[in-house]
C-alpha cells in the first residue's frame, strides 16, 4: 500500500516554472515506477512524464520534452516533476501515481496508487 500527496501547485505566468512534489509513505519506494498526469477541464487524462523504479529511464509526452524534468529522491520518499517554461496549455490538476512495473509507462490502468493532484495554472 502506498499513500501519496502531491503539492507545489498554484498560479503562474507564461514562461514560469514550478516544482511539483509527490511524497509517498507506506510500502517501499524502490517497488515501484511513479508517473506524473495531467487532466484539463473536458479533457481525458495524460500522461506527462514517468520515471523507472530505478530512476535511469525516463519518458515524456511530446508536449513537455525540453521543459519539464522529472526526478526520484528514494532516501526522501519524494518524486519531483520539475516544470519550465510553461505555457497556459500546460494547465490542469496534476497528478501523481505509483505502479509496480519496472519501467516507466504512461498507461493509467498499471497504477495502482494515486495523488489527490494540485492545481496548475498558467496564466497571465
Known amino acids: 500500500q502506498v499513500h501519496l500527496v502531491e503539492s507545489g501547485g498554484g498560479l503562474v505566468q507564461p514562461g514560469g516554472s514550478l516544482r511539483l512534489s509527490c511524497a509517498a509513505s507506506?510500502?517501499?519506494?524502490?517497488?515501484?515506477?511513479f508517473g506524473w498526469f495531467r487532466q484539463a477541464p473536458g479533457k481525458e487524462r495524460e500522461g506527462v512524464s514517468s520515471?523507472?523504479?530505478?530512476?535511469?529511464?525516463?519518458v515524456y509526452a511530446d508536449s513537455v520534452k525540453g521543459r519539464f524534468t522529472i526526478s526520484r529522491d528514494n532516501a526522501r520518499n519524494t518524486v519531483y516533476l520539475q516544470m519550465n517554461s510553461l505555457k497556459p496549455e500546460d494547465t490542469g490538476v496534476y497528478y501523481c501515481?505509483?505502479?509496480?512495473?519496472?519501467?516507466?509507462?504512461?498507461?493509467?490502468?498499471?497504477?495502482?496508487?494515486w495523488g489527490q493532484g494540485t492545481q496548475v495554472t498558467v496564466s497571465s
Open positions: 520515471i523507472s523504479r530505478s530512476g535511469g529511464s525516463t
Open positions: 501515481a505509483a505502479s509496480p512495473i519496472a519501467l516507466p509507462t504512461f498507461t493509467t490502468s498499471l497504477h495502482n496508487y
Open positions: 507506506g510500502d517501499t519506494l524502490d517497488y515501484y515506477s
